[in-house]
């Protein structure tokens, strides 16, 4: 088993709608999640940062972490075409350095 | 604030041969990473580096990848012999960690795409 599952999709979704991303994850000691976007030819970019359980807002986006499941969501309101691209989750513990990456979630927005 | 550097952008070899990537940080950033981004899947951390020493490079396959980071700032990735299965984009970042548990806020450069003929 993965340490980070994430659907790699496609997901095709018309302009205006509600997207929601997931990641499921099997690592308990894991209290840093993050959502990074990625453009074609380019390197990925930090979207949302959460530490442990909760909600965090940044405009049009929401990202939530269950930690009791495992579960973390990234919710896009009035989505735009220009928010297709690749969506990757990604993880870490607050003992190790090192940050574990979903396969991504390739997302697209029709005008 | 410039973002991290990379070059080259692109970069076509035949499978035997060596190749290497070279990468700038952000200015003031201690740490860098170098991952390997295979097509349809996310990145898998190859070595990192605090300031210019190792801190992880448990999945870097030592027998053909080989990193420096000198000075501790620009870095650079290397591989020889390549295999086919090396064709991947080569990324770098960097974050302004400042120690053990504290946050990762990870700064990518626009990566390295090897094609291994």
């Known amino acids: 088993q993965k340490e980070v599952e994430q659907d790699p999709g496609p997901l095709s979704v018309p302009e205006g709608a509600i997207v929601s991303l997931n990641c499921t994850y099997s690592?308990?000691?894991?209290?840093?999640f993050m959502w990074y976007r990625q453009y074609s030819r380019k390197g990925p970019e930090l979207l949302m940062y959460?530490?442990?359980?909760g909600n965090k807002e940044d405009g049009r986006f929401t990202a939530q972490v269950d930690k009791s499941s495992k579960y973390i969501s990234l919710f896009i309101r009035d989505s735009q075409p220009s928010d297709s691209a690749t969506y990757l989750c990604a993880m870490g513990t607050s003992s190790a350095s090192k940050i574990i990456f979903g396969s991504g979630t390739r997302l697209s927005i029709r005008p | 604030e410039a973002g991290v550097a990379q070059s080259p952008r692109y970069k076509i070899i035949e499978k035997r041969q060596s190749v290497a990537f070279w990468c700038n940080p952000i200015s003031g950033h201690a740490t860098l990473y170098w991952y390997q981004q295979i097509l349809g899947q996310g990145p898998k951390l190859l070595i990192q580096f605090q300031n210019n020493g190792v801190v992880d490079d448990s999945q870097l396959p030592k027998d053909r990848f080989s990193a420096e980071r000198l000075k501790g700032v620009d870095s650079t990735l290397k591989i020889q012999p390549a295999k086919l299965e090396d064709s991947a984009v080569y990324l770098c970042?960097?974050?302004?960690?400042?120690?053990?548990?504290?946050?990762?806020?990870?700064?990518f450069g626009s990566g390295t795409q090897l094609s291994v003929l």
């Open positions: 690592n308990s000691a894991f209290q840093y």
């Open positions: 970042a960097s974050s302004s960690r400042r120690g053990e548990g504290t946050n990762e806020k990870l700064f």
């Open positions: 959460t530490y442990s359980s």
